[in-house]
C-alpha cells in the first residue's frame, strides 16, 4: 500500500526556518517524481515544488523561491522541503504528493498533510 | 501563467442528481495535462481524472470527464451522499509547472 507521511510542521515566529519530511512507503521512491502542494486556510491548493526522481531537476513557485529548498533522500526515501524566511502567509497545511510524470502528469497519492503556521 | 477558473463556486444539489462542473483555462491546455481531484474536509486530496478523461484507478464510472483546448468539465452521474466534497482542477505547464483552479465545493441541498 502506497503511504505518504509528513512531519516536522509546527509554530514558528516571522523569520523564521522549518524543516518538513515526507516518508514514503508501498512503492519504489526513487523511480518517481515528488512535489509539494499547499493549502491555506479555508483555501484552495497551491503547487510549491517540484524534484524529479534523480533528484536532478527542480522547480518552485513564485511565491516561494529563493526561501524554500526541496530535496529527497532516495535510500531513505523520504521528501524533504527546507522553508526559510517564512511569513505569515506560508501558514498553511503541507502535502506531499506523488507525481505519476510522463505523458499525463498528475498526482496519484498525496499524504495527510502536516501544518505550519508562522505567527509570533 | 495559465489560469484556471472553476465554476460555479458552490454547487448545491441532491443525491441522485447530476451534477457538471467547469474548468476553464486562460489559454489553451493539452488534455493529456488536465487532471481533476476530489477533497473532504481533514483529508488530503484524491485523484479522480486524469488526461482531462481518463477515470484513475478505483474511481466509480458515475464520475467522468471531458473537454479541450480551454474548456472542460467535471460530470457526476448520479450523485452519492459521500461525493458531496470539494473539486479541483489541475494543468501541467510552465512557469509554473502546475496550477489549480480555486476550486468547486458541491453541498447536499
Known amino acids: 500500500e502506497v503511504q505518504l507521511v509528513e512531519s516536522g510542521g509546527g509554530l514558528v515566529q516571522p523569520g523564521g526556518s522549518l524543516r518538513l519530511s515526507c516518508a514514503a512507503s508501498?512503492?519504489?521512491?526513487?523511480?518517481?517524481?515528488m512535489n509539494w502542494v499547499r493549502q491555506a486556510p479555508g483555501k484552495g491548493l497551491e503547487w510549491v515544488s517540484y524534484?524529479?526522481?534523480?533528484?536532478?531537476?527542480?522547480y518552485y513557485a513564485d511565491s516561494v523561491k529563493g526561501r524554500f529548498t526541496i530535496s529527497r533522500d532516495n535510500t531513505k526515501n523520504s521528501l524533504y522541503l527546507q522553508m526559510n524566511s517564512l511569513r505569515a502567509e506560508d501558514t498553511a497545511v503541507y502535502y506531499c504528493?506523488?507525481?505519476?510524470?510522463?505523458?499525463?502528469?498528475?498526482?496519484?497519492?498525496w499524504g495527510q498533510g502536516n501544518l505550519v503556521t508562522v505567527s509570533s | 501563467e495559465i489560469v484556471l477558473t472553476q465554476s460555479p463556486g458552490t454547487l448545491s444539489l441532491s443525491p441522485g442528481e447530476r451534477a457538471t462542473l467547469s474548468c476553464r483555462a486562460s489559454q489553451s491546455v493539452s488534455s493529456s495535462y488536465l487532471a481533476w481531484y476530489q477533497q473532504k474536509p481533514g483529508q488530503g486530496p484524491r485523484l479522480l481524472i486524469y488526461g482531462a478523461s481518463s477515470r484513475a484507478t478505483g474511481i466509480p464510472d458515475r464520475f467522468s470527464g471531458s473537454g479541450s483546448g480551454t474548456d472542460f468539465t467535471l460530470t457526476i452521474s448520479r450523485l452519492e451522499p459521500e461525493d458531496f466534497a470539494v473539486y479541483y482542477c489541475q494543468q501541467y505547464g510552465s512557469s509554473p509547472l502546475y496550477t489549480f483552479g480555486q476550486g468547486t465545493k458541491l453541498e447536499i441541498k
Open positions: 504528493a506523488r507525481d505519476v510524470g510522463g505523458s499525463w502528469p498528475r498526482f496519484d497519492y
Open positions: 524534484i524529479s526522481s534523480s533528484g536532478n531537476t527542480i
Open positions: 508501498g512503492f519504489t521512491f526513487s523511480s518517481y517524481e
